[in-house]
Structure formats: C-alpha cells, structure tokens
C-alpha cells in the first residue's frame, strides 16, 4: 500500500516498483536494490506521470541491474551462525573503537553505537545521534570500512545526501586517504592508493565518494 508521496505500480517484468516524491530531489532518479527493490525518486513538483516516461526509458538498464545483484548473490557465500558470531565478536571489539578515533579526529560527538547483522545498509544514523554498523563491515578491506563509518559520521550533521553532506564527506575522506597514505601499513596501502589515483582521475562531482561507492559495491551483502 502506497503512503502520501508515493505511488506504487506493478511491472510484469520488474515487479514493484515505488514513485518516491521528494522535496531534496533536483532530477528523477532510480536505485535499484537487491532487497528494497526499485524506487524512483521524483521532484516534488515534477508529475508521476513524467517520471514513469523516465522509468520506462531506463527499463532495459534497469534489468540488467537487477540480474547483476541476483548474480553478485548467487556468488556470495552464506555465512553459518559460527561465522555470524565470529564477525559479531570482530565487530564489537574493533568498529566502536575505531569509529570513536574518527570521531575524535574529524570533530563529530555521536551518542551510542550499535552493532548489527541485517542485509538491508552498512550502517545508519538516527535523528537522535545513535550509529548502528553492520557486523559484515569486517568483511570490507580496511579503506572500505573506514569510509563506512566516517559515512555514518558525517550524517550527524547532515542526514540527507544532499550538496552540504557530500561536501564534508569529501572533504573528511580528502584528509582521511592522505593520512592512510603516510601511515597506512604495508597491507592497507596499496589499495588507498589505487582508489585515491581513481578518484584523481575521476570526473565525478564529488570523486573520492564516487570511487569509495563503486569500490564497496564490488563487496556484495550477505543475506541476514
């Protein structure tokens, strides 16, 4: 069932498929998630019926997406409940402190930080300042994880995706790969510099969180 502000259709193909209207939203945009499904984000003053001219139009892009989730999955290995718990014990003992030192550096206070196991996001932030991380973070290279956390930082004070959000973001990330650079160790290094020549070869808006997406989209969730 559709909430005010959205309108959901049906595909044959696709199945569900969300119409999101959203005041931050400057353009129609489509995610496609391996769990959430397909939604389309729509200026709030542009009318659904544009925006499904917009979905239709991206419609084979859109397969292609979801095959490649489906066979990102297939390719994922199920994590035994002795595994889970061994990630669990992992995450408890190294994120919290971890997320404590980048809080420390970068300025941020949060309020509690939670571990969790679900397949749904790395990490989130309430409105209420509370961090929850994914135990499955453990699995990502060290870069990886680190930019998940300092993600979740920078929502403290930005909880959209907006320009003011993204802007910190690369700012802090800016910072954060040169010091990984000087003082990363020998196994860490080499990736922090292949994804900072990436990001200085890289033609996004903002290239450092641009190269950091791609590089954790190559690490797919496990199923909780």
């Known amino acids: 069932m559709a909430r005010s502000g959205e309108k959901v259709i049906v595909d044959p193909l696709i199945g569900e498929v969300v119409f999101r209207k959203s005041m931050r939203s400057r353009n129609i945009s489509i995610r496609v998630h391996p769990v959430k499904g397909v939604s389309v984000s729509v200026p709030y003053m542009l009318p659904y019926a544009a925006a499904h001219l917009f979905f239709e139009a991206r419609r084979d892009w859109i397969l292609r997406a979801i095959s490649k989730q489906k066979e990102q999955q297939r390719n994922v290995h199920a994590a035994t409940p002795e595994e889970i718990e061994s990630l669990r014990r992992q995450a408890k003992a190294l994120l919290p402190p971890r997320l404590a030192e980048l809080a420390a550096r970068y300025g941020f206070t949060y309020n509690r930080v939670s571990i969790k196991h679900n397949a749904t996001n790395w990490g989130s932030?309430?409105?209420?300042?509370?961090?929850?991380?994914?135990?499955?973070?453990?699995?990502?290279?060290?870069?990886?994880?680190?930019?998940?956390?300092?993600?979740?930082?920078?929502?403290?004070?930005?909880?959209?995706?907006?320009?003011?959000?993204?802007?910190?973001?690369?700012?802090?990330?800016?910072?954060?790969?040169?010091?990984?650079?000087?003082?990363?160790?020998?196994?860490?290094?080499?990736?922090?510099?292949?994804?900072?020549?990436?990001?200085?070869?890289?033609?996004?808006?903002?290239?450092?969180?641009?190269?950091?997406?791609?590089?954790?989209?190559?690490?797919?969730?496990?199923?909780?």
């Open 125 to 224: 932030c309430s409105s209420k300042g509370n961090i929850n991380l994914n135990l499955t973070i453990m699995r990502l290279p060290r870069v990886l994880q680190d930019y998940v956390l300092l993600h979740e930082l920078c929502h403290l004070r930005h909880q959209d995706h907006g320009h003011g959000f993204h802007l910190l973001l690369e700012h802090v990330l800016t910072d954060h790969i040169l010091r990984m650079l000087e003082t990363a160790s020998p196994d860490d290094r080499p990736l922090a510099a292949e994804l900072a020549r990436k990001a200085a070869a890289s033609k996004a808006r903002y290239p450092l969180d641009y190269t950091l997406t791609r590089a954790i989209k190559r690490h797919p969730m496990p199923g909780a």
